[in-house]
């Protein structure tokens, strides 16, 4: 075996390795086919292009009702888990940023401490009235796939809502102004340039959380598509 | 008015599909055999398109039910290969886009050579 089919097939089972749950099978072809292909260089470019599949961050396909009602349940778990968590971390942090609020500084790093506190104030509020719904728990199994359905909704719509934008765009406003007054006190009066390039690490993060975020965004949305399909076949209705 | 309107129909049809010309190329693949299960490598050779274009537009198909997946039955020392196939769903889009992208494309060299 030539040093460049060795290469292509380890490329290619490494990405069989790292890729996500639902994409695995789809791998799994990749590496086959880079197996049959009679040129080296061919296979190696095959490869590196299945490598765009370790991208593509999706959870187990649902292919039946069943499926479906496991992955629910799984949900349930882990919301109620994380639920809590982060309501005890508000009720923490807006604890926190309130008494900082009370201790005295200069105006603009009050209006900073007032940005971030009733961003965290409003998101407990937001994350009590969350999690004071109570959810169904119907007895038949295609009731409560659809019980999962709606609940991803509501999620995605507490997530990524506008009363959702609106928190982020308060709290991060706050801690902004807040940086900006603790940076000037530290290094004198300097420009946004300067700001910029000292936080340039939380900037730099800044891309790969708010791609994460969409990422999560997309795959609850192709999760309720693909619940839609499922419910349909349910039915005897094609959905597409 | 007409042609929005039946780009609108495939539309719907398809729960948010996208409507590239790889993935009308892809479909176009698939009907010239209907009834063949197809191999991803044979799929890239005949349309030109690298596998990293090429397999996420067969998830997508597989994500909407239009595309359906099996592995080969084994053959004595060699591994199974994965092979696709279009559903009826995927058929019924599959004409429509192709003809969509047929009109669209016999339309457009009334476009060519206007120099702007």
Same mark, same amino acid.
């Given at each position: 075996?030539?040093?460049?089919?060795?290469?292509?097939?380890?490329?290619?089972?490494?990405?069989?390795? /790292?890729?996500?749950?639902?994409?695995?099978? /789809?791998?799994?072809?990749?590496?086959?086919?880079?197996?049959?292909?009679?040129?080296?260089?061919?296979?190696?470019?095959?490869? %590196?292009?299945?490598?765009?599949?370790?991208? #593509?961050?999706?959870? +187990?396909?649902?292919? $039946?009702?069943?499926? @479906?009602?496991? %992955?629910?349940?799984? &949900?349930?778990?882990?919301?109620?888990?994380?639920?809590?968590?982060? &309501?005890?971390?508000?009720?923490?942090?807006?604890?926190?940023?309130?008494?900082?609020?009370?201790?005295?500084?200069?105006?603009?790093? =009050?209006?900073?401490?007032?940005?971030? $506190?009733?961003?965290?104030?409003?998101?407990?509020?937001?994350?009590?009235?969350?999690?004071?719904?109570?959810? =169904?728990?119907?007895?038949?199994?295609?009731?409560?796939? +659809? !019980?999962? =359905?709606?609940?991803?909704?509501?999620?995605?719509?507490?997530?990524?809502? /506008?009363?959702?934008?609106? !928190?982020?765009?308060?709290?991060?406003?706050?801690?902004?102004?807040?940086?900006?007054?603790?940076?000037?006190?530290?290094?004198?009066?300097? *420009? %946004?340039?300067?700001?910029?390039? #000292?936080? $340039?690490?939380?900037?730099?993060?800044?891309?790969?959380?708010?791609?994460?975020?969409?990422? !999560?965004?997309?795959?609850?949305?192709?999760?309720?598509?693909?619940?839609? +399909?499922?419910?349909?076949?349910?039915?005897?209705?094609?959905?597409? | 008015?007409?042609? %929005?309107?039946?780009?609108?129909?495939?539309?719907?049809?398809?729960?948010?599909?996208?409507?590239?010309?790889?993935?009308?190329?892809?479909?176009?693949?698939?009907?010239?055999?209907?009834?063949?299960?197809?191999?991803?490598?044979?799929?890239?050779?005949?349309?030109?398109?690298?596998?990293? *274009?090429?397999?996420?537009?067969?998830?997508?198909?597989?994500?909407?039910?239009?595309?359906? *997946?099996? /592995?080969?039955? @084994?053959?004595?020392?060699?591994?199974?290969?994965?092979?696709?196939?279009?559903?009826?769903?995927?058929? =019924?889009?599959?004409?429509?886009?192709?003809?969509?992208?047929?009109?669209?494309?016999?339309?457009?060299? +009334?476009?060519?050579?206007?120099?702007?």
């Amino acid at each position: 075996m030539t040093l460049v089919r060795r290469l292509a097939l380890g490329i290619s089972s490494r990405v069989v390795r /790292w890729a996500s749950p639902g994409c695995k099978e /789809w791998a799994e072809g990749l590496e086959r086919e880079a197996a049959v292909i009679e040129s080296d260089w061919a296979a190696l470019r095959w490869s %590196i292009g299945s490598t765009r599949v370790l991208l #593509d961050r999706r959870e +187990a396909p649902m292919t $039946s009702l069943d499926d @479906a009602y496991a %992955i629910a349940q799984k &949900f349930f778990e882990k919301r109620k888990k994380e639920n809590s968590y982060f &309501f005890w971390t508000c009720v923490v942090l807006s604890a926190l940023s309130v008494a900082l609020f009370c201790v005295p500084t200069n105006f603009i790093g =009050r209006i900073g401490d007032g940005l971030v $506190s009733g961003g965290l104030l409003f998101s407990l509020y937001r994350m009590h009235v969350y999690r004071s719904f109570v959810v =169904r728990h119907p007895s038949g199994l295609k009731d409560r796939v +659809a !019980n999962y =359905r709606s609940e991803l909704q509501r999620y995605i719509k507490f997530n990524y809502g /506008w009363a959702s934008l609106l !928190n982020v765009a308060l709290t991060l406003s706050g801690l902004l102004v807040i940086s900006y007054v603790y940076s000037v006190q530290i290094s004198g009066a300097f *420009t %946004i340039a300067d700001y910029a390039s #000292d936080n $340039s690490f939380y900037i730099a993060i800044s891309f790969p959380i708010a791609l994460m975020i969409y990422m !999560n965004l997309h795959e609850r949305q192709r999760q309720i598509a693909e619940l839609d +399909a499922l419910l349909a076949e349910r039915d005897g209705v094609s959905a597409l | 008015l007409t042609e %929005i309107l039946y780009i609108g129909r495939v539309d719907g049809m398809s729960m948010k599909m996208r409507r590239s010309p790889q993935t009308a190329l892809v479909l176009a693949e698939f009907l010239s055999d209907e009834q063949e299960w197809r191999y991803g490598y044979d799929i890239s050779r005949n349309t030109g398109l690298k596998s990293g *274009t090429l397999y996420p537009i067969l998830m997508r198909l597989a994500e909407h039910r239009m595309l359906k *997946t099996s /592995w080969e039955t @084994a053959e004595t020392g060699r591994p199974p290969r994965h092979m696709y196939k279009l559903t009826k769903d995927g058929l =019924r889009y599959a004409r429509e886009l192709v003809s969509v992208a047929r009109e669209l494309a016999t339309g457009e060299p +009334a476009f060519e050579g206007v120099g702007l």
